[in-house]
């Protein structure tokens, strides 16, 4: 019974030493592979936007500032009310702290925050799009959100955006008179007119929309993330310096950051300077009570395949072969189940609730759901329980925090190399 009490007490003197060890411990303690993630990691190593192919005015400024007065434009909505920005608020990151989002009517998803998404291939939480651009016709349709129609699009282009237009995209198309509230996903009336138009009609209304998503989606390439105290304390580990004050971590900051690279092998999913792969997972996230049923990137791959407005249908600028994502795309649907887009972690601690729908209010919620890695409630989950302990858990909430960094609108014209990039948005 003695021997056991004194093992216990040096037992915990060991642990108390070795707790006082690692808060002296500095930034120098990195191995040389946790250096290399932490550079992976590093929003310096974001590598230049990927160029998207299927729009020609991905990067034209013009383009950009037309699509930033639609972004804003309510008169893009059935009832006056709704824009982009309704539910993407820029002053919070581009979302909207909503477990389900609200436009016209209750969406069944979170609203997904838009910095720095034109790094990935997908978008949605399912990536049932191909491309930024049409993207942006989705809410534009969708009864829920914007509830509009493409006529009606059309007609507030002429109305009121046509300068903005026909500098970017030359003279708007004629066509013959207009129904209101045509459109192929209208309702029964709204599908019937639009069955009735001519077919050059048809072609030129579906123009006019596809150069609508392809301008705001030359906004949104411009929204970014700058860098966050991790991204400063990188660059001093990375250069040999002791991080100043600034760029400090805290022993806590710092033994979340290890288990976030290590241990608890969030960089599976969470890597490279956007915290994602950009790609989908099943994860076991529960599924919400009384909403229909939702499969995740299961049920997109035909629903993208199908689109009109892909990277090989007839509105998109690109050739065939420079599809190779829709082309090669898996379509192991059993797999995909319930699998859903990996969000990034950049700023995620000052946007709760967290999952496709809100599921989990907290960082405290999310890390007890990893930890416990609870069985998909369809498909397969690829996590395995980690049974952190309440420190760890609280460790890497610490470390989640240290995430956090302004979003800006970066300058139509950037600097060329990573090193100044990251260094100009530092000064925003
Ligand atoms: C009613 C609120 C609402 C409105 C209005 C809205 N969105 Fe969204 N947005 C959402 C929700 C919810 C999702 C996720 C939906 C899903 O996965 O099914 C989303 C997803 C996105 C994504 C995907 C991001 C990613 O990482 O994949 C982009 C881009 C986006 N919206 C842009 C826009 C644009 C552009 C407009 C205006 C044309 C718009 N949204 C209007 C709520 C809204
Ligand atoms: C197998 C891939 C995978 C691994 C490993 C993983 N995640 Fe995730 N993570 C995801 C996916 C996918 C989602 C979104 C799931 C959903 O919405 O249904 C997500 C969501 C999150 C969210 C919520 C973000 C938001 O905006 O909703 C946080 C926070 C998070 N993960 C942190 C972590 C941490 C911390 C670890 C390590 C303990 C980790 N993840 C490990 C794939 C993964």
Redesign the pocket.
Same mark, same amino acid.
Request: charged share 20%.
């Given at each position: 019974m003695a021997k056991h009490t004194h093992a216990a007490a040096v037992a915990i003197g060991a642990l108390l030493i070795g707790a006082f060890l690692a808060g002296r411990e500095t930034g120098a303690a990195w191995s040389k592979e946790e250096i290399a993630q932490l550079e992976s990691l590093w929003i310096g190593s974001q590598p230049p936007l990927p160029a998207d192919p299927s729009n020609r005015v991905a990067d034209d400024p013009r383009a950009g500032a037309f699509g930033q007065a639609?972004?804003f434009d309510t008169r893009?909505?059935a009832n006056g009310q709704? &824009?982009?920005a309704?539910?993407?608020l820029p002053e919070r990151q581009f979302q909207?702290d909503r477990a389900? &989002?609200?436009?016209?009517g209750d969406?069944?998803?979170?609203?997904?925050?838009?910095a720095g998404?034109a790094q990935?291939a997908?978008?949605?939480?399912?990536?049932?799009?191909d491309s930024?651009w049409s993207?942006?016709?989705?809410?534009?349709e969708?009864a829920?959100?914007?509830g509009t129609d493409r006529t009606r699009v059309l007609h507030l282009v002429r109305e009121h955006h046509r300068a903005s237009y026909e500098a970017v995209f030359g003279p708007m198309p004629a066509t013959g008179p207009l129904p209101q509230g045509a459109g192929p996903q209208s309702d029964e009336a709204g599908r019937a007119a639009w069955r009735a138009l001519p077919e050059t009609d048809r072609v030129a209304i579906n123009t006019v929309f596809a150069n609508v998503?392809k301008s705001? &989606?030359a906004y949104?390439r411009r929204i970014r993330f700058a860098p966050s105290r991790f991204d400063r304390y990188a660059e001093a580990v990375l250069s040999g310096s002791e991080p100043g004050a600034e760029a400090q971590l805290t022993t806590d900051e710092r033994a979340g950051l290890k288990l976030f690279i290590g241990r608890a092998q969030c960089v599976q999913c969470h890597n490279g300077p956007s915290f994602s792969d950009l790609h989908f997972h099943n994860t076991g996230v529960p599924a919400v009570k009384n909403l229909p049923a939702d499969e995740g990137r299961a049920q997109a791959v035909a629903a993208v395949l199908d689109d009109e407005f892909n990277c090989l249908g007839p509105y998109s600028d690109a050739q065939p072969s420079q599809c190779a994502e829709l082309r090669f795309m898996s379509k192991d649907t059993p797999r995909l189940t319930r699998a859903y887009?990996a969000?990034t972690l950049r700023n995620v601690a000052l946007r709760p609730p967290y999952m496709?729908a809100g599921q989990l209010g907290t960082l405290e919620d999310v890390l007890n759901h990893y930890s416990r890695a609870p069985p998909a409630p369809a498909g397969r989950s690829e996590l395995e329980p980690l049974l952190l302990s309440r420190r760890e858990q609280h460790q890497l909430i610490a470390f989640l925090n240290t995430l956090s960094g302004p979003v800006v609108i970066a300058p139509e014209t950037e600097p060329q190399t990573l090193q100044s990039r990251a260094i100009a948005w530092s000064i925003e």
């Amino acid at each position: 019974m003695a021997k056991h009490t004194h093992a216990a007490a040096v037992a915990i003197g060991a642990l108390l030493i070795g707790a006082f060890l690692a808060g002296r411990e500095t930034g120098a303690a990195w191995s040389k592979e946790e250096i290399a993630q932490l550079e992976s990691l590093w929003i310096g190593s974001q590598p230049p936007l990927p160029a998207d192919p299927s729009n020609r005015v991905a990067d034209d400024p013009r383009a950009g500032a037309f699509g930033q007065a639609l972004f804003f434009d309510t008169r893009l909505s059935a009832n006056g009310q709704v &824009a982009c920005a309704t539910c993407h608020l820029p002053e919070r990151q581009f979302q909207d702290d909503r477990a389900r &989002a609200r436009g016209i009517g209750d969406a069944t998803r979170r609203t997904m925050p838009l910095a720095g998404i034109a790094q990935g291939a997908w978008f949605f939480w399912d990536g049932r799009k191909d491309s930024l651009w049409s993207q942006a016709l989705g809410p534009l349709e969708n009864a829920m959100e914007h509830g509009t129609d493409r006529t009606r699009v059309l007609h507030l282009v002429r109305e009121h955006h046509r300068a903005s237009y026909e500098a970017v995209f030359g003279p708007m198309p004629a066509t013959g008179p207009l129904p209101q509230g045509a459109g192929p996903q209208s309702d029964e009336a709204g599908r019937a007119a639009w069955r009735a138009l001519p077919e050059t009609d048809r072609v030129a209304i579906n123009t006019v929309f596809a150069n609508v998503g392809k301008s705001i &989606a030359a906004y949104e390439r411009r929204i970014r993330f700058a860098p966050s105290r991790f991204d400063r304390y990188a660059e001093a580990v990375l250069s040999g310096s002791e991080p100043g004050a600034e760029a400090q971590l805290t022993t806590d900051e710092r033994a979340g950051l290890k288990l976030f690279i290590g241990r608890a092998q969030c960089v599976q999913c969470h890597n490279g300077p956007s915290f994602s792969d950009l790609h989908f997972h099943n994860t076991g996230v529960p599924a919400v009570k009384n909403l229909p049923a939702d499969e995740g990137r299961a049920q997109a791959v035909a629903a993208v395949l199908d689109d009109e407005f892909n990277c090989l249908g007839p509105y998109s600028d690109a050739q065939p072969s420079q599809c190779a994502e829709l082309r090669f795309m898996s379509k192991d649907t059993p797999r995909l189940t319930r699998a859903y887009k990996a969000p990034t972690l950049r700023n995620v601690a000052l946007r709760p609730p967290y999952m496709h729908a809100g599921q989990l209010g907290t960082l405290e919620d999310v890390l007890n759901h990893y930890s416990r890695a609870p069985p998909a409630p369809a498909g397969r989950s690829e996590l395995e329980p980690l049974l952190l302990s309440r420190r760890e858990q609280h460790q890497l909430i610490a470390f989640l925090n240290t995430l956090s960094g302004p979003v800006v609108i970066a300058p139509e014209t950037e600097p060329q190399t990573l090193q100044s990039r990251a260094i100009a948005w530092s000064i925003e």
